[in-house]
């Protein structure tokens, strides 16, 4: 009875796949599997509006890399582990040499393709989150944790507590206590801090807060009868904003209190009010809209009413610059890749790999790119996925974010020994052989 | 016309107790089965293999469990992620805990836990009924993600307790394509599909839907409803973590508790209300539905509106669509998609004739 209406949608929809398909040519594509609804849109909407406005400042203010312009698709996850199995899936083949990058921003979307992608020959790119073992480039020569992982920001955190206790030496007998969102995002923390604790001799008070994390009321009981010198918030969404209201209604100082990268932005503090201030944050990108990157941003993008961002005021927020910062290790990965493959004409997957893992930003290349100070240096290798593993703190000034200190480094050849004994079964498990590094070109 | 049961006679009570009575309607199974297990994998590419077909059958799986439970026994249950999660862990688990394991029995063995965990979140539907009963099962649901992430002895003491499971291999043979773990889903769910339709033919379903009914007057009658309840529970969770196995072993290869959130339940509940409570078709229509429209509205959003609208309004107008479209297929046809099926073949059987 319908067949004809069937049929006419049927064409409709084929056709409008058809024109998609067709659009892509000479370009150089990357797959976005976003998320813009769900519990982490405040997140995810920051950090792909950043990576969409700087390639397309690429695009219009350059011409794109080379002569190469930058083609980009979103796909919605909504931060569910199945829908970007299947956006992995739609994106792989587009444009005219697949996709070159996928990076999704989801832990467990991470770990479901982590097989496929050494199949299909794209990398993965899980800047701040995901497989932390994942550094180790001669197990995982698909896969980049860049910038820095759990383990290193969790070492580079008590280094900080270290420093402003006066010395690594004073934490001998402190208390810290590790707030954590209990998942298996929270959980990354427990086997460094460990570690760490029986290096320096101070104590870990580990305790859990159930997702979401509104109701942290028997949690900072805990935290007031114990006395910690410390407390480490690894926390994630609506449970930042709620633990730094209650630890001032419980009379913590947020002074002592340090969180991780996904506990320090707008979205935490704001909601939280004056509760927040003074409270300090790692991060492996900084605030502020001051850094020329974000003014191109602004003249070349918005002045061409180019942009992504709905709220404009966004620019220049911890995760919109975060999402700049995606944009900027992409973006000269494929411009290190065109210099070995040929400049100007699209890459695969596999020649972007390449670029990823040989790819070096210095000072000279971060005056370059007007972000000075914006993001750490780095220098990636076959062996060394990570590349930097440093991160800034800046406190929270109760209208701002305000960098406190310089880039701060980790324990590496610890977190390093870890990284290999957790790849190196990993390998076991899977039966994987690891590469000879000394062997790549 | 062509499809009338004019001239078929059935003589025996074989004939007459076969579960398709007309020639064209056998025929129309077998062409599908055919399609599905022959066309399909020879034509369909990589994509909608892995992204589309394994995960409507894994789901139309899961389905079929809840609706057993909900449809046919008329137990609420809001738990048939968690049921999921311990099928999923237990065939995990066994696979990795026992040399030589074989991967249809780890399967088999992951839904046998999935049954005896449901049995025991059965048990408060002995003195509960309706909604509160649906919130009973919702302490599975929490109990079970819990339980999962606190003791890492189930994820094999992973870090970040994510599994990844192992390979599929059976009688030395790999399934490691995309082609093989699609075919090998399919098996698995079109068997247990032909089993839960004979279940729900048999005396086991009649009792169930007596207890749905008015479990006073099953008791009256000679059904007991606690056996009853608990079988119920016992097959629908079994169904629900084969499910969950499948759903780890060959649709996303890495599996965490979170996965198994009560967002998912909600969905495998809305499957079986969008495709008919109370008909296994129904509950593969249901998958089917629920599974497509979001990725086809997703796909359709960004061919169609591309850069006219904002990117997140984008996102929140294929909700607003998704949502939209459920209320007005369930105004027009509260008993899913498989009566709509239902009553098409009724019109065909009369066509062209009106009467």
Same mark, same amino acid.
């Given at each position: 009875?319908?067949?004809?209406?069937?049929?006419?949608?049927?064409?409709?929809?084929?056709?409008?796949?058809?024109?998609?398909?067709?659009?892509?040519?000479?370009?150089?594509?990357?797959?976005?599997?976003?998320?813009?609804?769900?519990?982490?849109?405040?997140?995810?909407?920051?950090?792909?509006?950043?990576?969409?406005?700087?390639?397309?400042?690429?695009?219009?203010?350059?011409?794109?890399?080379?002569?190469?312009?930058?083609?980009?698709?979103?796909?919605?996850?909504?931060?569910?582990?199945?829908?970007?199995?299947?956006?992995?899936?739609?994106?792989?083949?587009?444009?005219?040499?697949?996709?070159?990058?996928?990076?999704?921003?989801?832990?467990?979307?991470?770990?479901?393709?982590?097989?496929?992608?050494?199949?299909?020959?794209?990398?993965?790119?899980?800047?701040?989150?995901?497989?932390?073992?994942?550094?180790?480039?001669?197990?995982?020569?698909?896969?980049?944790?860049?910038?820095?992982?759990?383990?290193?920001?969790?070492?580079?955190?008590?280094?900080?507590?270290?420093?402003?206790?006066?010395?690594?030496?004073?934490?001998?007998?402190?208390?810290?206590?590790?707030?954590?969102?209990?998942?298996?995002?929270?959980?990354?923390?427990?086997?460094?801090?460990?570690?760490?604790?029986?290096?320096?001799?101070?104590?870990?008070?580990?305790?859990?807060?159930?997702?979401?994390?509104?109701?942290?009321?028997?949690?900072?009981?805990?935290?007031?009868?114990?006395?910690?010198?410390?407390?480490?918030?690894?926390?994630?969404?609506?449970?930042?904003?709620?633990?730094?209201?209650?630890?001032?209604?419980?009379?913590?100082?947020?002074?002592?209190?340090?969180?991780?990268?996904?506990?320090?932005?707008?979205?935490?503090?704001?909601?939280?009010?004056?509760?927040?201030?003074?409270?300090?944050?790692?991060?492996?990108?900084?605030?502020?809209?001051?850094?020329?990157?974000?003014?191109?941003?602004?003249?070349?993008?918005?002045?061409?009413?180019?942009?992504?961002?709905?709220?404009?005021?966004?620019?220049?927020?911890?995760?919109?610059?975060?999402?700049?910062?995606?944009?900027?290790?992409?973006?000269?990965?494929?411009?290190?890749?065109?210099?070995?493959?040929?400049?100007?004409?699209?890459?695969?997957?596999?020649?972007?790999?390449?670029?990823?893992?040989?790819?070096?930003?210095?000072?000279?290349?971060?005056?370059?790119?007007?972000?000075?100070?914006?993001?750490?240096?780095?220098?990636?290798?076959?062996?060394?996925?990570?590349?930097?593993?440093?991160?800034?703190?800046?406190?929270?000034?109760?209208?701002?974010?305000?960098?406190?200190?310089?880039?701060?480094?980790?324990?590496?050849?610890?977190?390093?020994?870890?990284?290999?004994?957790?790849?190196?079964?990993?390998?076991?498990?899977?039966?994987?052989?690891?590469?000879?590094?000394?062997?790549?070109? | 016309?062509?499809?009338?049961?004019?001239?078929?006679?059935?003589?025996?009570?074989?004939?007459?107790?076969?579960?398709?009575?007309?020639?064209?309607?056998?025929?129309?199974?077998?062409?599908?089965?055919?399609?599905?297990?022959?066309?399909?994998?020879?034509?369909?590419?990589?994509?909608?293999?892995?992204?589309?077909?394994?995960?409507?059958?894994?789901?139309?799986?899961?389905?079929?469990?809840?609706?057993?439970?909900?449809?046919?026994?008329?137990?609420?249950?809001?738990?048939?992620?968690?049921?999921?999660?311990?099928?999923?862990?237990?065939?995990?688990?066994?696979?990795?805990?026992?040399?030589?394991?074989?991967?249809?029995?780890?399967?088999?063995?992951?839904?046998?836990?999935?049954?005896?965990?449901?049995?025991?979140?059965?048990?408060?539907?002995?003195?509960?009924?309706?909604?509160?009963?649906?919130?009973?099962?919702?302490?599975?649901?929490?109990?079970?993600?819990?339980?999962?992430?606190?003791?890492?002895?189930?994820?094999?003491?992973?870090?970040?307790?994510?599994?990844?499971?192992?390979?599929?291999?059976?009688?030395?043979?790999?399934?490691?394509?995309?082609?093989?773990?699609?075919?090998? !889903?399919?098996?698995?769910? &079109? $068997?247990? /599909?032909? #089993? %839960?339709? *004979? =279940?729900?033919?048999?005396?086991? +379903?009649?009792?169930?839907?007596?207890?749905?009914?008015?479990?006073?007057?099953?008791?009256?009658?000679?059904?007991?409803?606690?056996?009853?309840?608990?079988?119920?529970?016992?097959?629908?969770?079994?169904?629900?973590?084969?499910?969950?196995?499948?759903?780890?072993?060959?649709?996303?290869?890495?599996?965490?508790?979170?996965?198994?959130?009560?967002?998912?339940?909600?969905?495998?509940?809305?499957?079986?209300?969008?495709?008919?409570?109370?008909?296994?078709?129904?509950?593969?229509?249901?998958?089917?539905?629920?599974?497509?429209?979001?990725?086809?509205?997703?796909?359709?959003?960004? !061919?169609?509106?591309?850069? &006219? $609208?904002? /990117?997140? #309004? %984008?996102? *929140? =107008?294929?909700?607003?669509?998704? +949502?939209?479209?459920?209320?007005?297929?369930?105004?027009?046809?509260?008993?899913?998609?498989?009566?709509?099926?239902?009553?098409?073949?009724?019109?065909?059987?009369?066509?062209?004739?009106?009467?």
């Amino acid at each position: 009875m319908k067949l004809k209406t069937t049929v006419l949608l049927g064409a409709a929809v084929a056709g409008l796949l058809a024109t998609g398909y067709a659009a892509a040519q000479q370009q150089q594509f990357i797959g976005l599997p976003s998320y813009r609804v769900g519990p982490y849109a405040s997140g995810g909407s920051g950090i792909y509006g950043g990576w969409i406005d700087y390639m397309t400042l690429i695009n219009e203010r350059d011409g794109g890399i080379n002569g190469v312009k930058l083609a980009w698709e979103e796909c919605e996850t909504e931060y569910n582990n199945a829908r970007g199995v299947e956006c992995y899936e739609r994106l792989k083949g587009k444009g005219t040499t697949g996709n070159s990058v996928f990076q999704p921003l989801s832990t467990g979307i991470t770990y479901s393709v982590l097989d496929r992608v050494a199949q299909d020959k794209i990398p993965l790119v899980t800047m701040g989150y995901g497989r932390t073992d994942a550094a180790d480039g001669r197990v995982f020569p698909w896969v980049f944790p860049l910038i820095t992982t759990y383990w290193s920001q969790a070492s580079a955190i008590v280094n900080y507590i270290g420093t402003k206790e006066g010395g690594m030496d004073k934490l001998k007998g402190k208390k810290i206590a590790l707030l954590y969102h209990d998942s298996a995002y929270g959980k990354e923390s427990h086997a460094i801090m460990d570690k760490l604790a029986a290096k320096h001799g101070f104590e870990v008070l580990k305790i859990a807060v159930a997702h979401p994390g509104n109701e942290q009321q028997s949690q900072w009981l805990q935290i007031r009868q114990s006395k910690p010198d410390y407390v480490v918030l690894w926390g994630w969404g609506v449970m930042n904003p709620t633990a730094l209201r209650t630890a001032q209604r419980t009379g913590f100082p947020r002074e002592k209190m340090v969180g991780v990268w996904w506990s320090g932005a707008e979205e935490d503090t704001i909601p939280a009010g004056d509760a927040a201030k003074g409270y300090t944050s790692a991060g492996f990108n900084v605030a502020g809209a001051n850094y020329p990157v974000i003014k191109d941003i602004d003249k070349f993008v918005y002045g061409k009413s180019k942009g992504n961002m709905e709220d404009k005021s966004r620019l220049g927020s911890v995760y919109y610059n975060r999402g700049v910062v995606h944009g900027i290790i992409t973006v000269e990965a494929i411009r290190t890749a065109q210099e070995k493959f040929g400049k100007g004409k699209p890459l695969t997957g596999e020649q972007v790999r390449w670029g990823f893992e040989h790819l070096k930003i210095d000072d000279k290349k971060l005056a370059a790119l007007g972000a000075t100070g914006f993001m750490p240096d780095l220098n990636v290798t076959c062996a060394d996925h990570e590349g930097a593993g440093k991160v800034k703190f800046q406190q929270w000034d109760g209208a701002k974010w305000k960098v406190v200190t310089d880039w701060v480094e980790g324990d590496k050849p610890l977190v390093r020994g870890m990284i290999e004994e957790s790849a190196a079964a990993y390998a076991k498990e899977k039966g994987i052989t690891p590469r000879d590094c000394s062997k790549e070109s | 016309m062509f499809y009338r049961e004019a001239g078929q006679f059935k003589a025996s009570y074989q004939e007459d107790q076969q579960i398709f009575t007309i020639r064209q309607d056998r025929v129309g199974f077998w062409a599908i089965l055919a399609f599905f297990f022959l066309a399909v994998p020879a034509f369909a590419n990589q994509y909608w293999l892995q992204a589309i077909l394994t995960p409507v059958l894994i789901f139309s799986l899961a389905a079929i469990g809840l609706n057993i439970l909900t449809g046919y026994a008329g137990q609420l249950s809001l738990g048939s992620a968690a049921f999921m999660a311990v099928g999923a862990f237990g065939a995990y688990n066994f696979m990795l805990r026992i040399d030589g394991m074989p991967f249809i029995v780890a399967i088999i063995l992951g839904g046998l836990c999935a049954a005896a965990v449901g049995i025991l979140f059965g048990l408060p539907s002995l003195r509960i009924k309706g909604f509160y009963l649906a919130v009973a099962t919702l302490a599975a649901q929490f109990f079970i993600v819990w339980a999962l992430v606190k003791f890492p002895w189930f994820s094999n003491h992973s870090s970040s307790g994510v599994i990844t499971t192992q390979e599929i291999v059976i009688f030395g043979f790999a399934f490691d394509s995309p082609e093989k773990k699609y075919l090998i !889903s399919l098996a698995i769910v &079109a $068997v247990l /599909a032909l #089993l %839960a339709k *004979n =279940l729900v033919r048999s005396t086991t +379903g009649r009792a169930w839907m007596a207890v749905r009914d008015m479990d006073v007057a099953a008791e009256v009658i000679g059904i007991r409803p606690m056996r009853t309840k608990l079988q119920a529970f016992a097959v629908s969770s079994f169904y629900c973590g084969v499910a969950g196995a499948l759903y780890g072993y060959t649709y996303l290869g890495t599996v965490e508790p979170e996965g198994f959130n009560l967002d998912l339940s909600f969905k495998i509940l809305f499957m079986i209300i969008i495709g008919g409570v109370g008909s296994i078709m129904g509950s593969f229509l249901g998958a089917a539905f629920i599974v497509l429209l979001p990725i086809f509205l997703n796909v359709a959003m960004h !061919s169609t509106l591309g850069g &006219a $609208v904002p /990117a997140s #309004l %984008a996102a *929140n =107008l294929e909700l607003i669509i998704f +949502g939209g479209l459920i209320i007005f297929f369930l105004i027009v046809e509260p008993h899913g998609l498989a009566r709509l099926w239902q009553i098409g073949k009724e019109k065909l059987r009369l066509w062209p004739f009106p009467h």
